[in-house]
Structures are given as structure tokens and as C-alpha cells.
């Protein structure tokens, strides 16, 4: 069975950084393309970024980019989400998410809460 | 940047059929857009249901049906059950490597 188990949530105050880290089990992670999205409570799912099956492939939303990095090892299966100079904004629930073979997004982890307050 | 476009909104009778949409702000849906549609109730994770436009994931009955309308992909339940009420979300992916979300579809069954 497929899983997907994010940790790392937290609370952290504005400028700060954080790591999260999704801990995937029942496959092999370096066969797939994974990602991060995230959702403030109560509204919509936002996508965050994505990365190829060796790590080389990255991509990111605009909100994000230059501040996150999505990395991964795969000895670990172990995905990661390095967040710096964080933002009231950027409070929400994050998950991470695989791909199928081809295709996107069929797989979720439960999600982490990071909240950015001082 | 472009928006990926969703109804906000559809009401659906206990055992009617209803399509939701989902398109872009300019531009059309395709295949190769990788047209997924996830769903989620208040307080649960996110689950999807379809991706490459029409295969159903694991478990997803064959009430739900993918495909591509014109320029749109779609998402259709037939007999609708109270069950179904929940936020739809479609996803699309973009030639520039990213990922759009829509804003979501609130399905209520009444």
C-alpha cells in the first residue's frame, strides 16, 4: 500500500525557515515524480512544486519560487521542502503528493500544518 | 498566468447525473494537459478520483466518468449519491512544467 507521511509542521515566526519532510513507503520513490502542495484552511488546494524521479527536474509557483527548494533522497524515501524568508501567506496545511506512472497526482500524504506567526 | 477555470457551484438531485468543467482562461484543455480531478469533504485529506482524463483510481466506482468536451476537460457522476457532496477540484498540467489547481466545484446532493 502506498503511503505518503509528511512531518517537519510547525510554528515559525515571519522571515524564518523550516523543513519538511514526507517519508514514503509500499514503492519504489525513485520511479516517480513527486510534489508539494498546500491549502489554507478553508479555502483551496494550491499546488507548490514538483520534482523529477532523480532530483535533476524542478518546477515551482510563483509564490515560492526563490524562497522554497523541493529536493529528495531517495536512499531515504524521503521527500523535502526547504522553506526560508516565510510569510504570513505561506501559513497553510502542506502535502506532499506522487504522480502515477504518467499523469498527475494520485497519491496523498495526510498533510503537515505550518503555521508562520510572531 | 494562466488560470485554470472550474464552475463554483452545482446542485444535483439524490440518483441525477451532473458534468462539471474545467477549463483554461486562454487556451485549451487537452490530454496532454493530464486532466486529474481530486475531491475533498471538510476536514479530510484530498483523494483523486480521475487522472489522464478518464482512468479512474483505485477503488473509484464507475459513476465517475472523464473526458474531454470541446475545449474542456470534464468530470461526470451518474446517480448521484449523498455521499458525492464534496469540493472537486480539477488539476492540469502546464507546458511550462507547472502544475494549475482550479478553485473548486462545491457539489451538494439534494
Known amino acids: 500500500e502506498v503511503q505518503l507521511v509528511e512531518s517537519g509542521g510547525g510554528l515559525v515566526q515571519p522571515g524564518g525557515s523550516l523543513r519538511l519532510s514526507c517519508t514514503a513507503s509500499g514503492f519504489t520513490l525513485n520511479s516517480y515524480w513527486m510534489h508539494w502542495v498546500r491549502q489554507v484552511p478553508g479555502k483551496g488546494l494550491v499546488w507548490v512544486s514538483r520534482i523529477s524521479p532523480e532530483g535533476y527536474g524542478t518546477t515551482y509557483a510563483e509564490s515560492v519560487k526563490g524562497r522554497f527548494t523541493i529536493s529528495r533522497d531517495n536512499a531515504k524515501n524521503t521527500l523535502y521542502l526547504q522553506m526560508s524568508s516565510l510569510r504570513d501567506e505561506d501559513t497553510a496545511v502542506y502535502y506532499c503528493?506522487?504522480?502515477?506512472?504518467?499523469?498527475?497526482?494520485?497519491?496523498w500524504g495526510q498533510g503537515t500544518l505550518v503555521t508562520v506567526s510572531s | 498566468q494562466t488560470v485554470v477555470t472550474q464552475e463554483p457551484s452545482f446542485s444535483v438531485s439524490p440518483g441525477g447525473t451532473v458534468t462539471l468543467t474545467c477549463g483554461l482562461s486562454s487556451g485549451s484543455v487537452s490530454t496532454n494537459s493530464y486532466p486529474t480531478w481530486c475531491r475533498q469533504t471538510p476536514g479530510q485529506t484530498p483523494r483523486t478520483l480521475m487522472y489522464?482524463?478518464?482512468t479512474r483510481s483505485s477503488g473509484v466506482p464507475d459513476r465517475f466518468s472523464g473526458s474531454i468536451l470541446g475545449n474542456k476537460a470534464a468530470l461526470t457522476i451518474t446517480g448521484a449519491q449523498a455521499d458525492d457532496e464534496s469540493v472537486y477540484y480539477c488539476v492540469l498540467y502546464m507546458e511550462s512544467g507547472t502544475v494549475v489547481f482550479g478553485g473548486g466545484t462545491k457539489v451538494t446532493v439534494l
Open positions: 489522464n482524463t478518464n
Open positions: 503528493a506522487r504522480d502515477p506512472v504518467r499523469g498527475l497526482i494520485v497519491h
